[in-house]
């Protein structure tokens, strides 16, 4: 009997790089998201360092190159967090639409793997059979063989 073939294992391997592709994507958009975090959360550190400054100001303390920029700073950090909160959004969303996808893709691997499993117990099924089959025949040969004697 010839080796077992599954007919659509090209196509199988093509939504199997597919889904591979995916989950590269989905790693990449992750990694951006955190690269987003930690900027937004570097900016929340460096305001909280302007806030310590304008405070120590007020306390008397003279640190008045720093206080000279901190309103400025304050000001464009408040741009730049709103700026890096949108970013981080639509990153979010392109997040959850790659994950769509991804499911999707799963479910078209699943599903060809599902068809190549049933191909293959079909085929192990009528190769047993067969294998069967001559198992007889030879034993069949053999009695009667041994009847002729």
């Known amino acids: ?3 077992f ?3 659509l294992a090209a196509i199988l391997r093509m939504r199997e790089f597919k889904k591979q ?3 590269i994507e989905l790693g990449k958009i992750v990694q951006q998201i ?3 975090q930690e900027q937004i959360d570097d900016l929340e550190r460096q305001k909280g360092e302007a806030y310590r400054i ?3 100001r007020v306390h008397g303390q003279e640190l ?3 206080y000279q920029y901190a309103g400025d700073f304050l000001k464009a950090a408040a741009a730049k967090r709103e700026e890096l909160l949108q970013q981080q ?3 979010q969303a392109k997040y959850q639409d790659k994950l769509k996808e991804m499911t999707h893709a799963m479910g078209e691997v699943k599903i060809m793997e599902k068809v190549k499993s049933k191909a293959w117990e079909a085929y192990r099924k009528q190769y047993y059979k067969e294998l069967n089959r001559e198992q007889e025949d030879n034993t069949i040969m053999h009695f009667a063989d041994e009847k002729q004697f």
Do not use: S, W
């Open 5 to 7: 073939k599954f007919k």
């Open 54 to 56: 304008y405070e120590q």
């Open 64 to 66: 008045a190159t720093y």
């Open 1 to 3: 009997m010839k080796p």
């Open 34 to 36: 955190n690269g987003v």
């Open 21 to 23: 592709q995916i989950e």
């Open 89 to 91: 959004k639509d990153l």
